[in-house]
């Protein structure tokens, strides 16, 4: 087995299994039905987007628009979305694992917003004895006072936008701050903030070289944070950078061989010492700190309760999508959809439990995948032992092309859309 392109994000092998079938759109109605029935034991996710920054990263195109006037009006949405929902028996008899705050910048909110915000989730949910509660942020949407309404109300997790902490790096990322003032605002943040601070890196920037990614690593063991991220750059149409492209203001060019190179670099310098270890495939955690329960939650069958314009997620087998503050789209899935959406989830990390994979499969599916298996095998991306499959260092640069070959895979050919 031979990849030429590489998939750099998990969105090119999740939701797949919808082409396969016609979307069974369900009304609102039947929506808020379900959740006034009794909750089922599942782990749940709630997921909160707000869709606006003060300052754009060259290379986003995500579901976001510069800000310009006041928050005040998404932020009482936020709020009603909340108490709306708070009085359904799904938040009122069963606790939440997980709360997570996309965006955007959910700290671009002023204080007052953001408190008014935090207040409705106190409110309305119960948190589970271990819950996790994250907000994205940027280092320059913080203040004093926001880090002390976060301690207050419970938020226990940051993931701040770093991308590069080499000045070269943090100016083509259209970043705030030097590299030294950056290392001391992420110093002052550990001391303030009484949960855990996690960073994402995204790596492969035209002029990087193998030691900004090493150099990266080593400042995230320095300063002792919790995890890091480290995605490859991926040039998204409509971004400032993919006009710069086209005005030939900045040459990208596809070379396989540096970017690799940077992504083992990275990974060898970060997990070297035992400290760190590979969590997913795009994550490295300090091990007994970092958890990423959302990511777990999603992908391993629990539910993701969506919030905000631009949020998707699902209840039970009712996936939602939030086009607009009065709009919105549910659509039905099938037991087979959401056995297959899990079994994808499960290889999006690098130790797969085959117990796990017996269960969710059916015998004809398994036979399929142990073919492919043997292929994945003879081309050193996985490994196996009694219990687990294993990723390689070859099946963690190509994981998410791995995780998209056996979805299809294993669909296609037991579909029969593929001859045997």
């Known amino acids: 087995m031979y990849f030429e392109t590489r998939y750099k994000s998990h969105h090119n092998s999740s939701g797949l299994i919808g082409k396969y079938y016609p979307q069974k759109r369900v009304t609102e109605e039947e929506f808020l039905n379900r959740l006034k029935e009794e909750p089922k034991d599942v782990p749940r996710a709630i997921y909160v987007h707000t869709p606006y920054c003060d300052k754009i990263c060259s290379f986003c195109n995500l579901n976001r628009e510069q800000l310009s006037g006041s928050l005040d009006s998404y932020a009482d949405y936020i709020v009603s979305e909340f108490d709306k929902y708070g009085d359904y028996r799904y938040f009122k008899e069963k606790s939440v694992d997980v709360i997570y705050f996309g965006g955007g910048t959910p700290t671009v909110y002023k204080n007052n917003q953001l408190e008014k915000i935090l207040q409705s989730v106190n409110r309305n949910i119960k948190f589970s004895a271990e819950y996790e509660f994250t907000l994205e942020t940027t280092l320059h949407n913080l203040n004093d006072e926001k880090i002390e309404l976060m301690n207050k109300y419970g938020v226990n997790r940051l993931s701040v936008g770093i991308q ?16 030294n003032e950056t290392i001391e605002r992420l110093i002052q943040l550990k001391e303030k903030f009484n949960g855990e601070v996690c960073i994402d890196i995204i790596y492969n920037y035209p002029t990087q070289k193998i030691e900004d990614a090493i150099e990266d690593a080593k400042i995230i063991k320095k300063l002792d944070l919790g995890s890091s991220s480290f995605y490859s750059l991926m040039v998204h149409e409509g971004s400032t950078l993919s006009h710069d492209i086209k005005d030939e203001k900045v040459k990208v060019q ?29 994550k490295i955690a300090k091990k007994g700190r970092d958890k990423y329960k959302y990511i777990k939650t999603r992908n391993f069958g629990g539910d993701t309760f969506p919030i905000g314009v631009g949020a998707g997620g699902n209840v ?17 899935k099938s037991d087979y959809q959401q056995r297959l959406d899990k079994f994808s989830g499960l290889f999006q990390f690098p130790q ?69």
């Open 352 to 420: 797969i439990d085959k117990n796990i994979v017996k269960d969710i499969l059916t015998s004809d599916e398994m036979i399929v995948f142990e073919e492919l298996l043997f292929e994945l095998k003879e081309n050193n991306f996985i490994l196996e032992d009694k219990e687990h499959y294993k990723l390689t260092e070859d099946g963690l640069f190509w994981g998410n092309n791995i995780s998209r070959e056996i979805l299809t895979t294993v669909v296609e050919k037991t579909l029969g859309l593929i001859k045997k």
């Open 164 to 179: 590069s902490f080499s000045d070269e790096g943090r100016k083509f990322y259209n970043r705030t701050y030097s590299k």
């Open 316 to 332: 039970d087998n009712i996936s939602i999508f939030r086009m607009k503050k009065e709009m919105s789209m549910f659509v039905e």
């Open 254 to 282: 596809e070379d396989l061989k540096k970017e690799r190179k940077l992504h083992d670099a990275f990974i060898k310098e970060l997990t070297k010492d035992s400290d760190y270890y590979v969590l997913e495939l795009t």
